[in-house]
């Protein structure tokens, strides 16, 4: 028997869903944190995170480095790298201390330079 991802509700006379789904995104985002939950604050970790976080294209225009204050020191390839970053950094600090834990990240520096 195969059963049907929504049904009418009679009496109100909408559609009601009987399950729910969890985007890809929070799948990932929890499989990783998990992960990375017991590993030691390292260098390697932080750039998987970032990587993670920022996405392959960002990932490879940027490189990253996290001081012992909470400060990531971001250095972009050139501005427009760097301007994207910025307005991104609320985003960014977020999804980061989701994967390497609470207040982990305090703040985004973002400079251009080589790579």
């Known amino acids: 028997m195969v059963r049907s991802p929504a049904k009418l509700d009679e009496g109100a ?3 009601r869903r ?3 789904m969890v985007s890809a995104q929070h799948c990932v985002t929890g499989a990783l944190r998990e992960l990375l939950q017991d ?8 750039a998987f995170a ?3 976080a920022v996405g392959r294209t960002l990932d490879r225009v940027t490189s990253v480095t996290l ?5 990531l020191s ?3 390839t050139d501005q427009h790298w760097a301007l ?3 307005r991104s950094s609320n985003l960014i600090a977020s999804r980061l201390n989701q994967l ?6 305090v703040r985004l520096e973002v400079s251009t330079g080589a790579l």
């Open 13 to 15: 006379h909408r559609w």
């Open 50 to 52: 970032w990587s993670a």
């Open 84 to 86: 994207e970053t910025r």
């Open 39 to 46: 590993q030691p604050l390292s260098s390697g970790k932080v």
């Open 74 to 76: 971001v250095v972009a």
């Open 18 to 20: 009987p399950f729910s």
């Open 67 to 71: 001081g012992p204050d909470g400060t």
């Open 100 to 105: 390497l834990g609470d207040d982990t990240v």
